[in-house]
Protein backbone atom coordinates (compact mmCIF):
# COMPACT_ATOMS: atom_id res chain seq x y z
CA UNK A 1 0.00 0.00 0.00
CA UNK A 2 1.49 3.30 -0.87
CA UNK A 3 2.38 5.69 2.05
CA UNK A 4 1.18 8.66 3.27
CA UNK A 5 3.55 10.38 1.73
CA UNK A 6 3.11 8.96 -1.58
CA UNK A 7 -0.65 9.40 -1.60
CA UNK A 8 -0.22 13.36 -0.75
CA UNK A 9 -1.81 15.75 -3.22
CA UNK A 10 -0.47 19.95 -2.02
CA UNK A 11 -3.59 21.65 -2.63
CA UNK A 12 -3.49 23.85 -5.78
CA UNK A 13 -1.23 26.98 -5.74
CA UNK A 14 -1.46 27.96 -9.76
CA UNK A 15 -2.95 31.26 -11.05
CA UNK A 16 -6.83 30.47 -10.56
CA UNK A 17 -8.86 31.33 -8.39
CA UNK A 18 -9.91 29.19 -5.47
CA UNK A 19 -12.87 26.78 -5.81
CA UNK A 20 -16.32 27.27 -5.76
CA UNK A 21 -18.18 25.28 -3.86
CA UNK A 22 -21.26 24.71 -6.59
CA UNK A 23 -18.87 24.29 -8.95
CA UNK A 24 -17.43 20.89 -7.85
CA UNK A 25 -18.78 17.46 -9.53
CA UNK A 26 -17.10 13.70 -8.92
CA UNK A 27 -15.66 14.43 -11.99
CA UNK A 28 -13.38 17.68 -10.37
CA UNK A 29 -10.03 15.84 -9.66
CA UNK A 30 -8.94 16.57 -6.15
CA UNK A 31 -5.43 18.42 -7.97
CA UNK A 32 -7.77 20.83 -9.04
CA UNK A 33 -9.07 21.87 -5.69
CA UNK A 34 -7.82 25.20 -4.94
CA UNK A 35 -9.22 25.27 -0.78
CA UNK A 36 -6.83 28.32 0.09
CA UNK A 37 -9.69 31.06 0.48
CA UNK A 38 -8.72 34.33 1.22
CA UNK A 39 -10.94 36.74 3.24
CA UNK A 40 -11.86 38.50 -0.66
CA UNK A 41 -12.74 35.00 -1.71
CA UNK A 42 -15.00 33.59 0.96
CA UNK A 43 -15.92 36.61 3.07
CA UNK A 44 -17.51 36.09 6.71
CA UNK A 45 -21.11 36.37 5.75
CA UNK A 46 -20.57 33.75 3.31
CA UNK A 47 -18.73 31.45 6.06
CA UNK A 48 -21.69 32.18 8.31
CA UNK A 49 -24.43 32.21 6.21
CA UNK A 50 -28.10 31.78 7.17
CA UNK A 51 -28.12 29.06 10.23
CA UNK A 52 -24.58 28.74 10.57
CA UNK A 53 -24.36 31.68 12.83
CA UNK A 54 -27.38 31.27 15.04
CA UNK A 55 -24.72 31.04 17.36
CA UNK A 56 -21.08 31.48 18.09
CA UNK A 57 -18.52 28.15 18.36
CA UNK A 58 -15.34 27.83 18.25
CA UNK A 59 -13.43 24.96 16.17
CA UNK A 60 -15.82 24.46 13.17
CA UNK A 61 -15.19 24.32 9.89
CA UNK A 62 -16.41 26.37 7.23
CA UNK A 63 -19.56 25.09 5.19
CA UNK A 64 -17.98 25.87 1.52
CA UNK A 65 -15.14 22.96 2.79
CA UNK A 66 -17.98 20.62 3.64
CA UNK A 67 -19.78 21.27 0.45
CA UNK A 68 -17.11 20.77 -1.89
CA UNK A 69 -16.44 17.12 -0.39
CA UNK A 70 -20.35 16.26 -0.21
CA UNK A 71 -20.58 17.33 -4.32
CA UNK A 72 -17.08 15.32 -4.67
CA UNK A 73 -17.85 12.38 -2.95
CA UNK A 74 -21.95 11.74 -2.10
CA UNK A 75 -25.08 12.07 -3.85
CA UNK A 76 -28.58 12.38 -3.06
CA UNK A 77 -30.03 9.71 -1.00
CA UNK A 78 -26.95 8.94 0.22
CA UNK A 79 -26.24 8.75 4.23
CA UNK A 80 -22.81 10.59 5.71
CA UNK A 81 -22.33 10.51 9.08
CA UNK A 82 -20.27 13.33 11.44
CA UNK A 83 -19.06 11.32 14.36
CA UNK A 84 -18.05 14.84 16.26
CA UNK A 85 -21.08 17.11 15.01
CA UNK A 86 -20.02 19.76 16.95
CA UNK A 87 -22.45 22.90 15.68
CA UNK A 88 -23.97 20.83 12.87
CA UNK A 89 -22.10 22.16 10.06
CA UNK A 90 -21.71 18.88 7.71
CA UNK A 91 -25.64 18.32 8.36
CA UNK A 92 -26.82 21.45 7.35
CA UNK A 93 -24.78 21.09 4.59
CA UNK A 94 -25.38 17.85 3.73
CA UNK A 95 -29.86 18.22 4.26
CA UNK A 96 -28.95 21.15 1.20
CA UNK A 97 -27.87 18.44 -1.19
CA UNK A 98 -30.67 16.03 -0.38
CA UNK A 99 -28.07 13.97 1.64
CA UNK A 100 -28.83 12.07 4.44
CA UNK A 101 -26.73 12.64 7.74
CA UNK A 102 -26.13 11.23 11.32
CA UNK A 103 -24.23 13.23 13.58
CA UNK A 104 -22.82 12.46 17.44
CA UNK A 105 -21.42 14.68 20.14
CA UNK A 106 -21.00 14.31 23.73
CA UNK A 107 -21.88 17.96 24.30
CA UNK A 108 -25.40 18.87 25.45
CA UNK A 109 -25.28 22.07 23.90
CA UNK A 110 -24.01 21.15 20.99
CA UNK A 111 -27.06 18.50 20.53
CA UNK A 112 -29.46 21.37 21.05
CA UNK A 113 -27.62 23.80 18.86
CA UNK A 114 -27.56 21.20 15.72
CA UNK A 115 -31.13 20.45 16.48
CA UNK A 116 -32.15 23.92 16.47
CA UNK A 117 -30.29 24.42 12.95
CA UNK A 118 -31.43 21.10 11.26
CA UNK A 119 -35.19 20.99 12.25
CA UNK A 120 -37.70 22.19 9.89
CA UNK A 121 -40.28 24.79 11.06
CA UNK A 122 -43.93 26.25 10.40
CA UNK A 123 -42.40 30.27 9.82
CA UNK A 124 -45.30 31.45 10.83
CA UNK A 125 -45.49 29.63 14.38
CA UNK A 126 -42.05 29.91 14.98
CA UNK A 127 -42.58 34.09 14.69
CA UNK A 128 -45.66 33.87 16.87
CA UNK A 129 -43.31 32.11 19.51
CA UNK A 130 -40.38 34.00 19.31
CA UNK A 131 -42.67 37.56 19.09
CA UNK A 132 -44.87 35.85 22.46
CA UNK A 133 -41.92 35.01 24.06
CA UNK A 134 -40.13 38.31 23.60
CA UNK A 135 -43.52 40.08 24.37
CA UNK A 136 -43.59 38.92 27.72
CA UNK A 137 -40.28 38.92 28.88
CA UNK A 138 -40.24 42.63 28.17
CA UNK A 139 -43.66 42.83 30.25
CA UNK A 140 -41.93 41.50 33.07
CA UNK A 141 -39.24 44.34 32.38
CA UNK A 142 -41.66 47.29 32.05
CA UNK A 143 -38.31 50.25 32.54
CA UNK A 144 -36.96 48.54 28.80
CA UNK A 145 -38.64 50.03 25.90
CA UNK A 146 -40.97 48.22 24.22
CA UNK A 147 -39.36 47.79 20.11
CA UNK A 148 -40.78 47.43 16.86
CA UNK A 149 -41.45 43.71 16.91
CA UNK A 150 -39.99 41.61 14.65
CA UNK A 151 -43.07 40.81 11.91
CA UNK A 152 -46.36 42.62 11.99
CA UNK A 153 -48.27 39.31 13.13
CA UNK A 154 -51.02 40.33 16.18
CA UNK A 155 -49.18 38.50 18.89
CA UNK A 156 -52.20 36.23 20.35
CA UNK A 157 -52.77 36.97 24.64
CA UNK A 158 -51.04 34.92 27.02
CA UNK A 159 -50.79 34.19 31.03
CA UNK A 160 -50.12 36.80 33.03
CA UNK A 161 -46.39 36.52 34.05
CA UNK A 162 -44.95 34.37 37.04
CA UNK A 163 -43.91 36.10 40.04
CA UNK A 164 -40.54 37.79 39.86
CA UNK A 165 -39.31 35.49 42.73
CA UNK A 166 -39.23 32.79 40.24
CA UNK A 167 -36.01 34.40 38.57
CA UNK A 168 -33.44 33.76 40.74
CA UNK A 169 -30.54 31.86 41.07
CA UNK A 170 -27.92 30.46 43.65
CA UNK A 171 -25.39 29.39 40.56
CA UNK A 172 -22.07 30.91 41.79
CA UNK A 173 -21.21 31.36 37.74
CA UNK A 174 -24.11 32.84 36.98
CA UNK A 175 -24.13 35.70 39.91
CA UNK A 176 -20.35 35.91 39.65
CA UNK A 177 -20.61 36.24 35.13
CA UNK A 178 -24.18 38.26 35.07
CA UNK A 179 -25.02 42.01 36.26
CA UNK A 180 -28.36 41.37 38.55
CA UNK A 181 -30.51 42.88 35.95
CA UNK A 182 -28.86 41.15 33.32
CA UNK A 183 -29.31 37.67 35.18
CA UNK A 184 -33.25 38.05 36.13
CA UNK A 185 -33.66 38.94 31.94
CA UNK A 186 -31.69 36.00 31.18
CA UNK A 187 -33.72 33.54 33.93
CA UNK A 188 -37.27 35.33 32.96
CA UNK A 189 -37.26 34.76 29.49
CA UNK A 190 -35.66 30.66 30.79
CA UNK A 191 -38.74 30.68 33.17
CA UNK A 192 -41.09 31.30 30.17
CA UNK A 193 -39.23 28.72 27.81
CA UNK A 194 -39.77 26.08 31.01
CA UNK A 195 -43.41 26.29 31.21
CA UNK A 196 -43.68 23.90 28.00
CA UNK A 197 -46.22 25.76 25.70
CA UNK A 198 -43.64 26.44 22.98
CA UNK A 199 -42.74 23.66 20.10
CA UNK A 200 -40.05 25.39 19.26
CA UNK A 201 -38.18 25.45 22.67
CA UNK A 202 -34.69 24.58 21.72
CA UNK A 203 -34.46 27.28 19.32
CA UNK A 204 -35.75 29.40 21.96
CA UNK A 205 -32.67 28.50 24.03
CA UNK A 206 -29.94 29.09 21.00
CA UNK A 207 -31.42 32.41 21.32
CA UNK A 208 -31.37 32.65 25.06
CA UNK A 209 -27.55 31.10 25.11
CA UNK A 210 -26.47 33.37 22.28
CA UNK A 211 -27.88 36.64 24.14
CA UNK A 212 -25.94 35.08 27.56
CA UNK A 213 -23.17 34.82 25.79
CA UNK A 214 -22.87 38.44 25.23
CA UNK A 215 -24.67 39.72 28.11
CA UNK A 216 -21.81 38.22 30.50
CA UNK A 217 -19.74 40.72 32.41
CA UNK A 218 -16.74 40.73 30.05
CA UNK A 219 -14.44 42.62 27.82
CA UNK A 220 -16.28 43.00 23.71
CA UNK A 221 -12.59 41.96 22.60
CA UNK A 222 -12.68 38.55 24.58
CA UNK A 223 -16.05 36.40 24.53
CA UNK A 224 -14.54 33.22 23.58
CA UNK A 225 -12.67 32.53 27.07
CA UNK A 226 -12.94 35.47 29.45
CA UNK A 227 -10.64 34.47 32.47
CA UNK A 228 -12.71 36.15 35.14
CA UNK A 229 -15.82 39.22 35.08
CA UNK A 230 -14.90 42.28 34.09
CA UNK A 231 -16.76 44.80 36.41
CA UNK A 232 -14.76 47.83 36.16
CA UNK A 233 -14.67 50.04 33.22
CA UNK A 234 -11.27 49.03 30.83
CA UNK A 235 -9.63 50.18 27.36
CA UNK A 236 -11.36 47.99 24.66
CA UNK A 237 -9.34 47.29 21.98
CA UNK A 238 -12.46 46.29 19.07
CA UNK A 239 -13.71 49.92 19.88
CA UNK A 240 -10.64 51.95 20.63
CA UNK A 241 -11.88 53.90 23.84
CA UNK A 242 -13.41 52.96 27.35
CA UNK A 243 -15.65 51.24 27.69
CA UNK A 244 -18.01 49.28 30.48
CA UNK A 245 -19.26 45.76 31.10
CA UNK A 246 -22.78 44.92 29.75
CA UNK A 247 -25.70 45.52 32.72
CA UNK A 248 -28.61 44.00 30.71
CA UNK A 249 -29.74 40.99 28.07
CA UNK A 250 -32.73 42.22 26.67
CA UNK A 251 -31.16 43.88 23.70
CA UNK A 252 -28.88 40.91 23.35
CA UNK A 253 -32.32 39.12 23.54
CA UNK A 254 -34.52 41.27 20.71
CA UNK A 255 -31.20 41.45 18.62
CA UNK A 256 -30.84 37.62 18.21
CA UNK A 257 -34.76 37.04 18.27
CA UNK A 258 -34.66 39.09 14.72
CA UNK A 259 -31.44 37.58 13.71
CA UNK A 260 -32.55 33.82 13.95
CA UNK A 261 -35.69 34.39 12.36
CA UNK A 262 -34.58 35.83 9.69
CA UNK A 263 -31.67 32.81 9.16
CA UNK A 264 -34.24 29.92 10.00
CA UNK A 265 -36.49 31.70 7.50
CA UNK A 266 -32.88 31.59 4.63
CA UNK A 267 -31.99 28.11 5.34
CA UNK A 268 -36.27 26.91 4.75
CA UNK A 269 -35.86 27.79 1.35
CA UNK A 270 -32.92 25.47 0.73
CA UNK A 271 -33.18 22.78 3.17
CA UNK A 272 -34.84 19.13 1.76
CA UNK A 273 -36.76 16.17 2.78
CA UNK A 274 -33.15 14.40 3.62
CA UNK A 275 -33.33 12.95 7.09
CA UNK A 276 -30.72 14.21 9.60
CA UNK A 277 -30.53 12.40 13.37
CA UNK A 278 -28.37 13.84 15.62
CA UNK A 279 -27.60 11.73 18.84
CA UNK A 280 -26.56 12.82 22.50
CA UNK A 281 -23.50 10.17 23.01
CA UNK A 282 -19.78 8.84 22.87
CA UNK A 283 -19.47 8.09 18.54
CA UNK A 284 -16.98 5.79 20.41
CA UNK A 285 -20.00 3.44 21.08
CA UNK A 286 -21.93 4.66 18.12
CA UNK A 287 -25.08 3.13 16.55
CA UNK A 288 -24.68 4.35 13.08
CA UNK A 289 -27.22 1.77 10.75
CA UNK A 290 -25.71 1.71 7.66
CA UNK A 291 -23.47 4.97 6.40
CA UNK A 292 -21.76 5.38 3.17
CA UNK A 293 -19.14 7.76 4.28
CA UNK A 294 -17.92 9.99 7.23
CA UNK A 295 -16.93 13.48 7.33
CA UNK A 296 -15.93 15.26 10.16
CA UNK A 297 -13.69 17.75 11.36
CA UNK A 298 -12.24 16.20 15.15
CA UNK A 299 -11.22 18.04 18.09
CA UNK A 300 -7.26 18.89 18.01
CA UNK A 301 -5.03 17.32 20.10
CA UNK A 302 -5.03 19.86 23.30
CA UNK A 303 -6.26 22.84 22.23
CA UNK A 304 -10.35 23.31 23.07
CA UNK A 305 -12.07 22.87 25.26
CA UNK A 306 -15.64 22.38 23.87
CA UNK A 307 -18.01 21.81 27.36
CA UNK A 308 -16.05 25.26 28.66
CA UNK A 309 -16.74 27.43 26.00
CA UNK A 310 -20.27 26.89 26.36
CA UNK A 311 -20.19 27.49 30.41
CA UNK A 312 -22.73 29.81 30.54
CA UNK A 313 -25.13 27.86 28.54
CA UNK A 314 -24.88 24.71 30.73
CA UNK A 315 -24.86 26.81 33.78
CA UNK A 316 -28.22 28.49 32.77
CA UNK A 317 -29.92 25.67 30.94
CA UNK A 318 -28.99 23.28 33.52
CA UNK A 319 -27.47 20.84 30.85
CA UNK A 320 -25.80 17.59 31.52
CA UNK A 321 -21.70 17.81 31.72
CA UNK A 322 -19.61 15.15 30.15
CA UNK A 323 -16.63 17.19 29.15
CA UNK A 324 -14.69 13.93 30.52
CA UNK A 325 -15.74 12.32 27.57
CA UNK A 326 -14.21 14.91 25.23
CA UNK A 327 -11.02 14.02 23.31
CA UNK A 328 -8.21 15.83 23.09
CA UNK A 329 -9.58 18.57 25.65
CA UNK A 330 -7.07 21.10 26.07
CA UNK A 331 -7.70 20.15 29.64
CA UNK A 332 -5.61 17.47 28.94
CA UNK A 333 -3.00 18.94 27.31
CA UNK A 334 -0.40 18.06 24.71
CA UNK A 335 2.40 15.42 26.41
CA UNK A 336 3.16 12.57 24.91
CA UNK A 337 0.77 10.67 26.98
CA UNK A 338 -2.30 12.99 25.95
CA UNK A 339 -1.38 12.27 22.13
CA UNK A 340 -1.10 7.87 22.92
CA UNK A 341 -4.59 8.88 24.47
CA UNK A 342 -5.69 10.93 21.39
CA UNK A 343 -4.66 8.24 18.84
CA UNK A 344 -6.17 5.53 20.79
CA UNK A 345 -9.57 7.44 21.13
CA UNK A 346 -9.50 8.04 17.29
CA UNK A 347 -8.82 4.78 16.33
CA UNK A 348 -11.79 3.93 18.57
CA UNK A 349 -14.25 6.33 17.04
CA UNK A 350 -13.42 5.87 13.34
CA UNK A 351 -12.93 1.98 13.81
CA UNK A 352 -16.38 2.28 14.67
CA UNK A 353 -17.33 4.02 12.01
CA UNK A 354 -16.33 1.90 9.73
CA UNK A 355 -18.24 -0.90 10.85
CA UNK A 356 -21.12 0.40 9.16
CA UNK A 357 -19.82 1.40 6.04
CA UNK A 358 -18.75 -0.79 2.83
CA UNK A 359 -15.81 -1.13 0.99
CA UNK A 360 -14.53 1.63 -0.84
CA UNK A 361 -16.56 4.09 1.17
CA UNK A 362 -14.80 7.23 2.37
CA UNK A 363 -13.91 9.01 5.52
CA UNK A 364 -12.61 12.84 5.12
CA UNK A 365 -11.45 14.08 8.18
CA UNK A 366 -10.41 17.86 8.36
CA UNK A 367 -7.69 18.41 11.15
CA UNK A 368 -4.29 20.62 12.13
CA UNK A 369 -2.04 17.82 12.37
CA UNK A 370 0.88 19.57 14.12
CA UNK A 371 1.97 16.08 16.21
CA UNK A 372 1.82 14.31 13.00
CA UNK A 373 -1.04 11.74 14.29
CA UNK A 374 -3.00 11.04 11.56
CA UNK A 375 -0.28 9.09 9.79
CA UNK A 376 -0.25 6.33 12.86
CA UNK A 377 -3.92 6.75 13.32
CA UNK A 378 -4.59 5.58 9.28
CA UNK A 379 -1.99 2.47 9.47
CA UNK A 380 -4.27 1.36 12.50
CA UNK A 381 -7.28 2.03 11.09
CA UNK A 382 -5.81 -0.10 7.75
CA UNK A 383 -7.78 2.29 5.46
CA UNK A 384 -6.35 3.07 1.99
CA UNK A 385 -4.96 6.57 1.90
CA UNK A 386 -6.60 8.31 -1.54
CA UNK A 387 -5.02 11.57 -0.51
CA UNK A 388 -3.79 13.88 1.79
CA UNK A 389 -4.38 17.58 1.05
CA UNK A 390 -3.41 20.28 2.74
CA UNK A 391 -5.18 23.48 3.02
CA UNK A 392 -3.06 27.22 4.26
CA UNK A 393 -5.75 28.80 6.58
CA UNK A 394 -4.96 32.65 6.48
CA UNK A 395 -7.95 33.62 8.38
CA UNK A 396 -8.45 34.06 12.00
CA UNK A 397 -10.86 35.65 13.84
CA UNK A 398 -11.13 38.18 16.86
CA UNK A 399 -7.65 39.32 18.12
CA UNK A 400 -6.14 35.75 17.27
CA UNK A 401 -3.69 36.26 14.37
CA UNK A 402 -1.00 34.83 12.81
CA UNK A 403 -1.87 31.74 10.08
CA UNK A 404 -1.68 28.28 9.66
CA UNK A 405 -2.01 25.21 7.88
CA UNK A 406 -4.89 21.94 8.31
CA UNK A 407 -5.02 18.96 6.39
CA UNK A 408 -7.50 17.00 4.76
CA UNK A 409 -7.49 13.27 5.10
CA UNK A 410 -9.22 10.87 2.44
CA UNK A 411 -8.89 7.67 3.35
CA UNK A 412 -11.01 4.80 1.61
CA UNK A 413 -12.14 1.41 3.87
CA UNK A 414 -10.29 -1.46 2.37
Request: with cysteine; proline share 4%; charged share 25%.
Amino acid sequence: MPTNEEKRVVAYQGESEPTIAETVTSDTPLEMLNLNWREQDLPERLRTKHVHRLHPYLGKYVPQLVEIFLRKFFKAGDVVADPFMGSGTTLVQANELGINSVGYDVSAFNVILARAKTQRYDLKKLTYEINDILRKTKQKHRHIPFASEIVQLPLFPSEEVADSSLFQSSDTYLTSWFAPQALHELLTYLEFIRTGQYEYADLLRVILSRSARSARLTTHFDLDFPKKPQTEPYHCYKHSRICAPTTEAMKFIERYSQDTLKRVSEYSLLQTMASTCIEHGDSRFAEYGHIDGVITSPPYVGLINYHEQHAYAYHLLGLEDRRTEEIGAAAEGSSQRAKKAYVEAMVAVFGRALQFMSQGNRMIVVAGDRANLYGQIASKLHVEVEAVLERHVNRRTGRRSGEFYESIFIWRKS
